[in-house]
Structure formats: C-alpha cells, structure tokens
T-cell receptor, first 115, second 116 residues
Framework: DTGVSQDPRHKITKRGQNVTFRCDPISEHNRLYWYRQTLGQGPEFLTYFQNEAQLEKSRLLSDRFSAERPKGSFSTLEIQRTEQGDSAMYLC?????????????FGSGTRLTVV | QKEVEQNSGPLSVPEGAIASLNCTYSDRGSQSFFWYRQYSGKSPELIMSIYSNGDKEDGRFTAQLNKASQYVSLLIRDSQPSDSATYLCAVIDPNAGGTSYGKLTFGQGTILTVHP
C-alpha cells in the first residue's frame, strides 16, 4: 500500500495557460475524489469517480475544469485558461467501498500558483 | 445549506494541557464524522473517525459526538508542541448518493498552537 500519489507537487503557470495534474490512487481503490483548498479554508469537494465513471461534479468545477479517470486507475484534472483565482492546493483521495465511519486518505497535493 | 462550522481560532494552550476543539454541523442526517490534522503546507491527515453518540478514544485523542445537539468535538490530552497544526472537522454528506459516495464537507479548520 504505497498511498495516494500526486504529480506535480508544485506548479507555477502564467494566467491563460492550461495545466494538468495527475493522481495515482491506492491500488484497488475504486473510489477517487478531487478537492481544492485555498488558504485559511477547509478542502472543498470538486468531483468523485467510482471506477471510471464520474458520478458527481461540484458547481465549483466550471467548464474550464475537466477530470478523467480512464480505465478506473489514475485520474487527471485539467484546468484550461487558468485564472489567478485557480491558485490553490488540489488534493486527491481514494478509498474502497466505504463502511460507515471509514474515512479516506489524501495524497500530498498539488499546489498551483497562477501568476 | 449544509454547513460544518468550526471556530478558526487560533487556540493556544500550554504544553501538557488539554486542547478542546469543537465543530457543529447543520444536516441532522449526517452519520459519519472525521477529524483531520493539517500541518502548514501539507495535506490533511486523518486522525479520528466517529459515528456513534458518545466518546471514542485513541491514544491522547478523544472524539465526542452528540447527534441531538449536532456537535462533534476533539480533545487532545497532554498537548505537545508537535500537535500545533490546523484541525479540520469533516462530515459525510448523506444526501450525495447516500453514504456510498463518501463526499466530505469540511469546516474551515481551527488553528491550534501548543506553546512550551
């Protein structure tokens, strides 16, 4: 069990550029989540995958954002035409079919800075 | 509007004291509750989960849940400087595809400082 892996750890980009982040969940975890966290706030839910199906998307996920999870393994989160307001920590988490009270583990996150 | 509320602090306690962190939630249907610890610049780390009324103890940590009053708390006994971090309360949204979705709603976090 190697944990949830995210890449890159840090990304600095110019406004208007596209960026893509990758998340490798714990193996055999069929549920995968993306969250965004800004300074001084708790993480906010962005989207959820069960296997390869994207089952829920937050209103925070504007049409500039797209997430995929091909073959139910790793996931990517792409932001097109980045804006300064996109600067945040992007967190990925995964877990098996949950039981009541069973939490999940986050990856180390990708910190995005849009300049 | 589903909400999870925490006092942002900062909460400052001396080393060896008990730190008490509180959280309230608005959705009475919520079933599962979590406490995460987050060090500056790092990702949240799960430290406690609770889903039944009462207390749950794990080492120096005790989580308390009162569903009637819709609050959950975390007690840290014998606080250490290494406990200084932001503590996030999280609740599973019971209306997002049921508990199988596992979508978490977080509070804004309470900053805890333990001074020597």
């Amino acid at each position: 069990d190697t944990g949830v892996s995210q890449d890159p750890r840090h990304k600095i980009t110019k406004r208007g550029q596209n960026v893509t982040f990758r998340c490798d969940p714990i193996s055999e975890h069929n549920r995968l989540y993306w969250y965004r966290q800004t300074l001084g706030q708790g993480p906010e839910f962005l989207t959820y995958f069960q296997n390869e199906a994207q089952l829920e998307k937050s209103r925070l996920l504007s049409d500039r954002f797209s997430a995929e999870r091909p073959k139910g393994s790793f996931s990517t989160l792409e932001i097109q035409r980045t804006e300064q307001g996109d600067s945040a920590m992007y967190l990925c988490a995964s877990r098996r079919k949950p039981r009541v009270g069973y939490g999940y583990t986050f990856g180390s996150g990708t910190r995005l800075t849009v300049v | 509007q589903k909400e999870v509320e925490q006092n942002s602090g900062p909460l400052s306690v001396p080393e060896g004291a008990i730190a008490s962190l509180n959280c309230t939630y608005s959705d009475r249907g919520s079933q599962s509750f979590f406490w995460y610890r987050q060090y500056s610049g790092k990702s949240p780390e799960l430290i406690m989960s609770i889903y039944s009324n009462g207390d749950k103890e794990d080492g120096r940590f005790t989580a308390q849940l009162n569903k009637a009053s819709q609050y959950v708390s975390l007690l840290i006994r014998d606080s250490q400087p290494s406990d200084s971090a932001t503590y996030l309360c999280a609740v599973i949204d019971p209306n997002a595809g049921g508990t199988s979705y596992g979508k978490l709603t977080f509070g804004q976090g309470t900053i805890l400082t333990v001074h020597p």
